[in-house]
């Protein structure tokens, strides 16, 4: 396994791989890497020649009160992750490496960003969006995979690889959980050990909703104050947003009905933290 730090090494061997006629399977990650991020990893091992992982805290991506600097950090560890998991290169690229200077041209995500995160995170997607687009002319893979656990980013992502005719598949990949369901997430680690008692009522609130539906509910409204009324029963967190919509157009429905988004955020003191479901009906 070779790690790469220089924009200029990542982009020659990408480069030199394709002339060889490997297939790229790439991996962006925050790092703090963990069973979520080994899921990604394994089946880009499965289905690709060349595996790269990217370990990069974007500050683009963090708002102004968010946790950029105290967000986990571990190279080492990373490392030892990446070796198990078979991974050929590791691009791990300083601020300073992916932004010398401000950018000049400024990506703006416009559809799908109204709602979950996307409102709650001003100009969150638009850092994601800008540094994707940096990492895939950097890594030029054939494949890259993403988390279901940040559902409205694969559909962010699929709309402006689709927008500018980035020659890449996106591969979604179902959320890894927890023995207690709780999603698997970087920052699991800053909750308390209150805090990490109530995580899994995120998952368990998601589920009963999914139940009522199997059973026959339809209404949105119903479903939205049923996982509601469950966080604030069950948890000491401040629920930040519980919304369905249509998967992955992100829009509004009056009924429950096709393919179908559940997502949540919650903030605990120490961390706040999202689920979701996705289900076709
Ligand atoms: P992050 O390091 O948090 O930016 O995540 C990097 C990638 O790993 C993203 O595509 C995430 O959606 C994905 N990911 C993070 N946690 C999980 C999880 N629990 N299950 C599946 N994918 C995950």
Redesign the pocket.
């Known amino acids: 396994m070779q790690v790469i730090t220089t924009i200029e090494t990542m982009q020659k061997t990408a480069l030199s791989l394709r002339a060889e006629g490997k297939t790229i399977g790439f991996?962006?990650?925050?790092?703090?890497?963990?069973?979520?991020?080994q899921?990604?990893l394994k089946r880009a091992r499965q289905e690709n020649d060349i595996v790269i992982l990217s370990v990069f805290v974007n500050p683009l991506q963090f708002g102004p009160n968010e946790d950029f600097d105290t967000y986990p950090r571990d190279k080492e560890r990373d490392e030892q992750v990446a070796r198990n998991a078979n991974v050929d290169y590791v691009f791990y690229p300083s601020v300073n490496e992916m932004y010398p200077e401000p950018l000049s041209t400024n990506i703006t995500v416009t559809a799908r960003t109204n709602v979950l995160c996307g409102r709650k995170r001003p100009g969150h997607f638009d850092g994601v969006a800008t540094v994707l687009i940096k990492l895939f002319h950097i890594t030029m893979p054939h494949n890259a995979?993403?988390?279901?656990?940040?559902a409205q980013?694969?559909a962010v992502i699929r709309g402006f690889v689709a927008d500018y005719n980035i020659p890449v598949t996106i591969n979604p990949?179902?959320?890894?959980?927890e023995e207690d369901g709780l999603?698997?997430?970087?920052?699991n680690t800053f909750l308390s050990s209150e805090e990490r008692k109530d995580a899994p009522h995120l998952n368990k609130s998601l589920q009963l909703a999914r139940k009522a539906i199997d059973e026959g509910e339809r209404s949105p409204q119903v479903i939205i104050s049923l996982i509601s009324k469950y966080l604030q029963d069950h948890t000491q967190g401040e629920v930040d947003y519980v919304e369905l919509y249509a998967y992955p157009s992100l829009t509004e429905v009056k009924t429950i009905q096709g393919s179908m988004l559940i997502a949540i955020a919650v903030k605990f003191p120490h961390a706040r933290l999202i689920d979701n479901i996705t289900f076709t009906i």
């Open positions: 991996v962006p990650t925050m790092g703090y890497l963990h069973e979520g991020h899921a990604l995979y993403f988390g279901l656990k940040d980013q694969v990949v179902e959320i890894v959980r999603a698997k997430s970087s920052r």
